[in-house]
Structures are given as structure tokens and as C-alpha cells.
């Protein structure tokens, strides 16, 4: 079993910024590509950033040079989140492709918060 952990979204007022952290558990034997989605009310779920186990990034172009994605050991991931919009509203799902010893599987966090309001 993998959990993915979330922590790390809250009420910020635009132009501020916040931190995500996402941490992964469990019977895992590697990680391909781990990163964050996010959903807003009424919208599809996204892709905001990935990082992958070579350390290659891609982000989504309406976040490009204010959020960074990152890495602190094999299984925790960090999302930087500067100059925030309104926009960037939304629900935030840490994803991770994981080796499990006989299979790649996808996993998904559980979604953290994160509101952007004056």
C-alpha cells in the first residue's frame, strides 16, 4: 500500500505565497515522476508541475516563473507557490507513479486547500 500525504495549503491574499509538501509511504520501491494537479469548482483537474526521478520539471504555462517544484529526498516533494492569483484557486492533489515490485502504479493524495483572496 502507498499513501501519499498532502500538507502545507491555507488562505493566502494575492501576491503572497505558500508551500506544498507532499510525502510518499509505503511499499515503494522507486518513483518515476511524482507532482501536483489541482481542480478548481467546475473545472478539470490540471497538471501544475511535475519533477521527475532525473530531476526534469514541467509546469503548466499559467505558473510558469512563480511556482517551482522540488525535491528534498526519494519520497517528498515540494511545491514553491509565489505571487498567487485568485486564479490559482483550487483544490491541490499531489500524484506519484511508483514501482511497487512488479508494477508502475498511479497514486493520488488526498487534496489539499488552497484559496487565494483579499
Known amino acids: 500500500q502507498v499513501q501519499l500525504v498532502e500538507s502545507g495549503g491555507g488562505l493566502v491574499q494575492p501576491g503572497g505565497s505558500l508551500r506544498l509538501s507532499c510525502a510518499a509511504s509505503?511499499?515503494?520501491?522507486?518513483?518515476?515522476?511524482m507532482g501536483w494537479y489541482r481542480q478548481a469548482p467546475g473545472k478539470q483537474r490540471e497538471l501544475v508541475a511535475t519533477?521527475?526521478?532525473?530531476?526534469?520539471t514541467n509546469y503548466a504555462d499559467s505558473v510558469k516563473g512563480r511556482f517551482t517544484i522540488s525535491r528534498d529526498n526519494a519520497k517528498t516533494r515540494y511545491l514553491q507557490m509565489n505571487s498567487l492569483k485568485p486564479e490559482d484557486t483550487a483544490v491541490y492533489y499531489c500524484?506519484?507513479?511508483?514501482?511497487?515490485?512488479?508494477?508502475?502504479?498511479?497514486?493520488w493524495g488526498q487534496g489539499t486547500q488552497v484559496t487565494v483572496s483579499s
Open positions: 500524484n506519484a507513479r511508483v514501482w511497487v515490485g512488479r508494477s508502475w502504479n498511479n497514486y
Open positions: 509505503g511499499s515503494i520501491f522507486g518513483i518515476d515522476a
Open positions: 519533477i521527475t526521478s532525473g530531476g526534469s
